[in-house]
């Protein structure tokens, strides 16, 4: 079947309303039962049972450039890109998924069951919940939820979907983490670091294989707990109790935690660690509770790299970089752990004691790449 007339006359409407979507840097591509064209500034789609629809914007950017556009697991749009003030969205093939946009919170993934109830029961985007703060993501053993401007949405298979509201700041992708399959949470942390931020696979899975070797991706892991206790651990005293996360943060002696590292990557130089705390996540500080934001955690870390890292994110940024030397790198130039010390000074990457340390941490990188 021949969309190429269906995707000119999208062209032209769009034309007709004041949107360019831009010349055409590609021919009409057919995938499964419909077809897609590539512009400058936008996608046009069509098939025969999701219509015909545009999508652009920063929608279109993780769409097409980050989840494989009408190929991806969204499959293709269902609506043309919406607008919400103060965002837009777009629905998807894939049952209750949006792509959601706020100048503020970026672009996330709403998907399935809370998707449905989202767009049904609560308005979507533009209804009192707002725009989603964070992706869709696994909580539990079996659970998946949901943050918004309003609160949360939980799914359960057994209970289905519950409306969580509470007054105050909400939290970005908090969860029951430690209670999450060790898959589904180096899932979760590649899907952010590919899909928003841009980072090639390869690169990606070299930052959360460290992340696994550092804290099993658990946010709010204190360095010497055990991941089903991550916030129990020795104090000053040599006492080993649960620590509130004001106790984590502020780490005043006797009460706080007698090891510093902390989160994700177990930031634990002072000033490191205090920007884990002071760091501003889609317009909010959220000091203690960043131990539970594996969102806001992240974002920290490409920050990190961004500004303070160029030679790390320079190596895993490029789509050339294989996974083992994505995984040395991190290793080595940010996580710096004591094994590859010698005094104050980095051991040489030939070193033997180097060298065990890439073998221990390459198949944790492969297992991120593989999960992915």
Same mark, same amino acid.
């Given at each position: 079947?021949?969309?190429?007339?269906? @995707?000119?006359?999208?062209?032209?409407?769009?034309?007709?309303?004041?949107?360019?979507?831009?010349?055409?840097?590609?021919?009409?591509?057919?995938?499964?039962?419909?077809?897609?064209?590539?512009?400058?500034?936008?996608? @046009?789609?069509?098939?025969?049972?999701?219509?015909?629809?545009?999508?652009?914007?920063?929608?279109?950017?993780?769409?097409?450039?980050?989840?494989?556009?009408?190929?991806?697991? %969204?499959?293709?749009?269902? /609506?043309?890109?919406?607008?919400?003030?103060?965002?837009?969205?777009?629905?998807?093939?894939?049952?209750? &998924?949006?792509?959601?946009?706020?100048?503020?919170?970026?672009?996330?993934?709403?998907?399935?069951?809370?998707?449905?109830?989202?767009?049904?029961? *609560?308005?979507?985007?533009?209804?009192?919940?707002?725009?989603? %703060?964070?992706?869709?993501?696994?909580?539990?053993?079996?659970? +998946?939820?949901?943050?918004?401007?309003?609160?949360? *949405?939980?799914?359960?298979?057994?209970?289905?979907?519950?409306?969580?509201?509470?007054?105050?700041?909400?939290?970005?992708?908090?969860?029951?983490?430690?209670?999450?399959?060790?898959?589904?949470?180096?899932?979760?942390?590649?899907?952010?670091?590919?899909?928003?931020?841009?980072?090639?696979?390869?690169?990606?899975?070299?930052?959360?294989?460290?992340?696994?070797?550092?804290?099993?991706? @658990?946010?709010?892991?204190?360095?010497? &707990?055990?991941?089903?206790?991550?916030?129990?651990?020795?104090?000053?005293?040599?006492?080993?109790?649960?620590?509130?996360?004001?106790?984590?943060? !502020?780490?005043?002696?006797?009460?706080?935690?007698?090891?510093?590292?902390?989160?994700?990557?177990?930031?634990?130089?002072?000033?490191?660690? /205090?920007? %884990?705390?002071?760091?501003?996540?889609?317009?909010?500080?959220?000091?203690?509770?960043? %131990?539970?934001?594996?969102?806001?955690?992240?974002?920290?870390?490409?920050?990190?790299?961004?500004? !303070?890292?160029?030679?790390?994110?320079?190596?895993?940024?490029?789509?050339?970089?294989?996974?083992?030397?994505? /995984?040395?790198?991190?290793?080595?130039?940010?996580?710096?752990?004591?094994?590859?010390?010698?005094?104050?000074?980095?051991?040489? +990457?030939?070193?033997?004691?180097?060298?065990?340390?890439?073998?221990?941490?390459?198949?944790?990188?492969?297992?991120?790449?593989?999960?992915?």
């Amino acid at each position: 079947m021949d969309f190429t007339h269906d @995707i000119d006359q999208k062209v032209a409407q769009m034309l007709a309303s004041g949107t360019d979507p831009g010349p055409a840097v590609g021919a009409v591509t057919v995938e499964g039962a419909g077809a897609y064209r590539l512009h400058q500034n936008a996608v @046009i789609t069509a098939h025969p049972v999701a219509g015909v629809h545009e999508v652009h914007g920063p929608i279109m950017e993780r769409y097409v450039t980050r989840m494989g556009g009408p190929a991806g697991r %969204l499959g293709y749009p269902t /609506s043309d890109v919406t607008a919400a003030a103060p965002g837009a969205f777009s629905r998807f093939e894939l049952p209750g &998924s949006y792509l959601a946009w706020h100048p503020v919170y970026g672009v996330h993934v709403v998907q399935g069951p809370i998707g449905d109830h989202y767009a049904l029961v *609560l308005g979507g985007p533009a209804g009192p919940w707002g725009c989603p %703060l964070s992706d869709e993501h696994p909580t539990g053993s079996a659970g +998946r939820s949901c943050s918004f401007a309003a609160g949360r *949405l939980d799914w359960t298979p057994a209970g289905g979907v519950t409306q969580v509201s509470w007054p105050g700041a909400v939290i970005p992708a908090g969860g029951d983490w430690p209670g999450t399959s060790m898959d589904d949470r180096m899932r979760y942390a590649m899907t952010q670091l590919v899909e928003r931020y841009g980072f090639p696979a390869n690169g990606a899975a070299g930052v959360v294989g460290n992340l696994w070797a550092e804290s099993a991706i @658990i946010p709010n892991r204190l360095q010497g &707990s055990l991941p089903s206790t991550p916030m129990r651990a020795k104090d000053f005293a040599g006492v080993v109790r649960t620590f509130t996360a004001a106790e984590v943060m !502020n780490r005043a002696n006797p009460h706080g935690p007698a090891a510093p590292g902390v989160g994700l990557a177990q930031w634990t130089s002072a000033a490191r660690r /205090s920007g %884990l705390f002071t760091h501003a996540y889609i317009g909010t500080t959220l000091r203690e509770n960043v %131990l539970f934001s594996m969102d806001a955690e992240i974002d920290y870390l490409v920050t990190e790299l961004r500004h !303070n890292y160029p030679k790390v994110r320079t190596v895993v940024t490029d789509p050339s970089t294989t996974v083992d030397a994505a /995984s040395d790198e991190v290793v080595y130039d940010f996580e710096v752990p004591g094994a590859i010390l010698s005094g104050a000074s980095k051991r040489p +990457r030939t070193d033997p004691q180097v060298q065990a340390v890439f073998q221990a941490r390459r198949p944790h990188s492969r297992h991120a790449r593989a999960s992915y």
